[in-house]
């Protein structure tokens, strides 16, 4: 079975898109702050936070602010991914690319589809660019980020998750 990925729009301190892919039965995770892009000439900086537990995947909600600093999350896409990762030539598992700092996926969403590179940037352990791979699922036109606002879980716009309250 394919791993899973999710991108989480969450509107805490700062406005993010919590970027996640199942390697090794935890969810690796990015903060993105503009969210993935459709473009392959545009380079998404990508934070690397900490690892989630796989069930955090459908987590839509109000957080409170004792727990992991509040803020509202939407499934903003969700989906499966195909590991495509290489070293020298050579294909490698997601969890040997992460350790890396290269790895290239398909993802297979609703709203975000085909390849992606995730590269960590030299001399920042935790800066990482997340890249469109130019392929038929490129699109410079598209902003999903800004067109595509629903829940792909709910239907539900942020500021709905918000009236409908705290956990
Ligand atoms: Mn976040």
Request: proline share 3%.
């Amino acid at each position: 079975m394919s791993p899973a990925f999710v991108i989480q729009h969450h509107l805490a301190t700062a406005d993010h898109y919590d970027f996640r892919l199942e390697i090794d039965g935890v969810l690796a995770s990015w903060a993105v702050p503009k969210g993935p892009s459709t473009d392959p000439r545009v380079r998404r900086y990508a934070k690397r936070v900490g690892d989630h537990d796989l069930d955090y995947r459908d987590y839509e909600g109000v957080l409170s602010v004792q727990r992991r600093g509040g803020g509202i999350v939407q499934v903003w896409d969700r989906g499966t991914f195909d590991n495509v990762s290489k070293r020298k030539s050579t294909a490698i598992s997601a969890a040997e690319a992460l350790a890396d700092g290269h790895l290239s996926f398909v993802l297979h969403g609703e709203k975000v589809r085909g390849g992606y590179s995730l590269i960590r940037t030299r001399g920042d352990d935790d800066a990482w660019l997340l890249i469109k791979k130019a392929d038929a699922e490129a699109d410079a036109r598209r902003n999903p980020t800004s067109t595509e606002n629903e829940s792909v879980l709910t239907g539900r716009t942020l500021e709905q998750i918000e009236a409908d309250g705290v956990e």
